[in-house]
């Protein structure tokens, strides 16, 4: 089954189901404010998709969609290379329907009640940031004060090699279009929604 990446609530809803993304919208809202967090607007727009190196990416991500099972490797690769303390995030990628990382720091994910095509769970799109950062050496990608090169997105986005690791291409591929959907969640204040 395939999975996009969108960068708001809404956008991961077909045109004519906007009440069902207010739904989602306000049932985040509402999780947050009980659990002492500021709660969730969703932005009026927010420009992700740009060209980059001749390829229209997601940030500098290849990928704006990819299959559930590449998501279930993803955290797969969490669970056996992070430990149980540093995968909550990635450990929602197991779960089928609709996935909601919001810009707000926490650790462990929360539950929201009144969730559409969900098990109601959802993350943080820094918290996400971290464990994909501590995910990133067992893949190969290297990290500078935190952050990819743009040499090394390129070499992901042209499936090559890495660190001396195996071609694990299409893991990297999909850990890159994780990494720039929760960038460009804190960057502009937006959910990024996982939805099939």
């Known amino acids: 089954m395939s999975v996009g990446c969108f960068q708001r609530v809404v956008d991961s809803y077909a045109d004519g189901f906007a009440h069902l993304a207010q739904s989602d919208v306000s049932a985040l809202h509402a999780a947050l404010v009980d659990n002492g967090f500021e709660g969730y607007v969703e932005p009026a727009a927010v420009e992700a998709h740009q060209t980059w190196h001749q390829h229209h990416t997601l940030g500098r991500a290849a990928l704006d969609h990819c299959g559930s099972s590449s998501l279930r490797e993803l955290a797969e690769e ?18 089928l329907g609709r996935r909601y990382f919001v810009p707000c720091d926490f650790r462990r994910p929360l539950q ?3 969730l559409e095509a969900s098990d109601g769970w959802f993350g943080s799109s820094m918290a996400l940031s971290r464990e994909l950062a501590h995910l990133a050496p067992a893949l ?13 997105a390129l070499a992901i986005l042209k499936h090559k090699p890495l660190g001396g690791t195996p071609l694990l291409s299409g893991t990297r ?5 994780l990494w720039e959907a929760a960038r460009l969640s ?10 099939s």
């Open 140 to 152: 190969g990608i290297e990290l500078t004060d935190g952050v990819v090169s743009d040499a090394t």
């Open 173 to 177: 591929s999909v850990w890159m279009m």
């Open 186 to 195: 804190a960057q502009h204040g937006c959910a990024v929604a996982l939805a």
């Open 112 to 114: 929201a009640a009144g």
């Open 78 to 95: 969490g669970r056996t290379h992070g430990g149980v303390r540093h995968t909550f995030q990635l450990g929602l990628l197991r779960g």
